[in-house]
């Protein structure tokens, strides 16, 4: 039985869902590199808008240089919510199907009804679908 | 081993520790639940408080850490040198290996490992029979089930932001 199976997943769902899976939240080693990589251009104000969202989640010391490795595993998890989530609003992504692999359980339980909420706002303004893991399967949970 | 109640920094990492109560690991059968926001330190505390101490100590222990993955390829590795074989996708098993192997370890750290098994018996299971104190950080709201909680005394300890000065969280820890 596997602990860990990117494979699977990525097999199972790659081609119909956006995966951010807790031992792959980014490519690169920082906020701005992140958002650099996806806007494709140094957008420091999504960088700012992402460190002042952190700051609800007690990231107080977030920075866009700062290296993703000397943040908790909780905090990473919370910057990759949020880094998706204000990709979505910027670029006005429509229907996307997010699926959260070993993230939402790695945030204390008040972090992660405040990402809920703002889920809950993507999914009101651009159709954004939430799914998770569950045993060997997959649930829509907004 | 017993880490005293006290201030604790850990500047390197943003973090400044009051510990209110004196942690005893040396007491037999302990299950301790490390709970908190994230960012607050639990597992700079195992890693740069709880583990150093242990080595000081000569305490035996295995440690499952959060990035599993790192931990799983490194395991695998670490037991074909000793010619042992795991195929490539039984992981579980590779964990029973090692656990099996360990036998002189008293002290078993799981750090978030609910995220991958939210019910995991099978660790208490395989390592009852020699572990005497757990440690476990994780984000769940309940303790292990009946059968571990009747063999180990539950003991809760919460991390708590107090305050961020611009450089250093300080963070209380205490038993509930």
Known sequence: ?142 | MEIKKGKYSLEERGLNFNLSDDLDFKNSECCFYFRGGNGFGKTSFLEKIIIPGLKNDNVQYIYIGQDIRTQLYTLRALLSVQGIKVSDNDEVELLRLWINHSKSATVFILDEFDKYFPDYGFIFDWSDSFIRTYIIVTHLGYSRPDAVAEKYRTCNVRFELVDFDGRLKNVRVKKE
């Open chain 1, 1 to 142: 039985m596997a602990i860990y199976n990117l494979d699977e997943i990525l097999n199972t769902y790659g081609d119909g869902y956006l995966i951010l899976e807790f031992n792959h939240l980014f490519i690169s080693s920082s906020l701005r590199e992140e958002v650099w990589l996806l806007q494709r251009t140094d957008d420091d104000a999504m960088v700012k808008k992402i460190m002042h969202e952190a700051e609800e989640f007690d990231i107080h010391d977030a920075k866009g240089d700062k290296d993703f490795d000397t943040y908790s595993g909780g905090q990473k998890a919370i910057l990759s919510c949020l880094l998706i989530i204000a990709v979505i609003r910027n670029r006005k992504i429509n229907g996307l199907k997010l699926l959260l692999n070993n993230v939402l359980n790695s945030v204390s339980d008040d972090n992660r009804s405040k990402l809920f909420t703002k889920f809950e706002g993507i999914r009101s303004t651009h159709n954004t679908r939430l799914f998770t893991d569950k045993n060997d399967h997959i649930q829509e949970i907004l």
